[in-house]
């Protein structure tokens, strides 16, 4: 096949999950399935947040970013995806297909710096309870946040300047069900150096830093809780940490299944029953995990829905101390 420039080329190929027609109504079910319940389960967490006072603190601050990048980061594939089954139709162009790839790094970048900066705090929490409100005040959280937006959306455009210098052979088929950069640079026609430098340079850094540094706060932790004497105040300091090393080994773990399976076997379709996971499966579990495991978001859905029986709860409770709390978590 001829090459094509980037001007000229209209649309991909998307492989999917499976050619064969019986599994497709099975595909689309659990597909759909899966996107309700995500963005049921978390809307449930940011409502939740944002309407008890309770929970105007800096852990559920971050919990509530994470519950809407969760949301946006199933929506970048998911419903493209639904489209393709049910139309049985394979294209998507190639506007598409670098949107696709721009929000996707955005969100997966954004999940991985919330989990960190989540981390910190419940180091801060446990190992400097005296200086916890000074460290993380309102103004610190809200900065780190628009910083790591900010860090997300320059590497992603970057990537997006990158990949279109790139040159794509006509009918090109993507051995995914999305657009996924490293796919897209393995069919490309011309010479990919330079993006995968840039790629592992910032899969390096994005990576590896905040990998460290959870490693280090949850090191600290364990250290501070070991010389704690009472027992009630041990499982008390641990058990605000259990939600969020689930969600952590979710998604490291995950995202660690799929670049290992990649690399040991060349089946497409393995791989991407691997990327299911945690593309799809993983923003639909973390707010289970957090409403299973966390008395504090229990008791919040409890009363939210308590609210909703007899009032307008969709109306956050703005009493609380702290007004920026309430703002943000209104955002």
Request: charged share 10%.
């Amino acid at each position: 096949m001829g090459a094509e420039n980037h001007t000229g080329l209209s649309h991909f190929l998307l492989q999917g999950l499976s050619d064969d027609p019986e599994l497709q109504s099975v595909l689309f079910g659990l597909f759909l399935f899966t996107y309700l319940v995500t963005i049921l389960g978390n809307l449930l967490i940011i409502l939740a947040v944002s309407s008890d006072s309770h929970l105007h603190t800096p852990m559920y601050f971050f919990l509530s970013h994470l519950s809407f990048i969760d949301i946006c980061f199933i929506s970048t594939t998911v419903p493209k995806t639904l489209v393709n089954i049910q139309t049985q139709n394979k294209d998507i162009s190639y506007i598409e297909c670098l949107t696709q790839v721009y929000f996707f790094l955005i969100f997966l970048g954004m999940d991985n710096f919330l989990l960190t900066v989540m981390a910190f705090d419940r180091f801060v929490a446990i190992c400097h309870p005296l200086n916890y409100t000074v460290i993380m005040n309102p103004w610190l959280c809200v900065l780190l946040v628009l910083m790591f937006w900010l860090i997300m959306f320059c590497v992603s455009l970057i990537h997006i300047l990158l990949l279109n210098q790139l040159t794509f052979s006509i009918g090109t088929e993507i051995p995914h069900f999305f657009c996924e950069l490293s796919h897209l640079l393995k069919v490309a026609s011309s010479v990919t150096l330079v993006n995968n430098i840039f790629l592992y340079v910032v899969t390096a850094l994005l990576g590896v830093f905040p990998v460290t540094g959870i490693l280090y706060s949850y090191s600290q932790i364990v250290s501070t809780l070991l010389r704690m004497s009472s027992s009630v105040s041990k499982y008390k300091a641990f058990s605000t940490c259990g939600s969020h090393l689930c969600v952590v080994a979710l998604f490291y773990g995950t995202g660690f299944g799929v670049h290992l399976s990649s690399a040991v076997t060349h089946s497409s379709q393995r791989t991407m029953l691997a990327s299911v996971m945690y593309t799809v499966v993983t923003p639909m579990l973390n707010p289970f995990i957090y409403s299973l495991r966390n008395k504090d978001v229990k008791g919040a859905l409890r009363r939210l829905f308590g609210r909703a029986a007899s009032g307008p709860w969709w109306i956050p409770d703005l009493r609380a101390k702290g007004t920026l709390w309430s703002l943000t978590q209104m955002l």
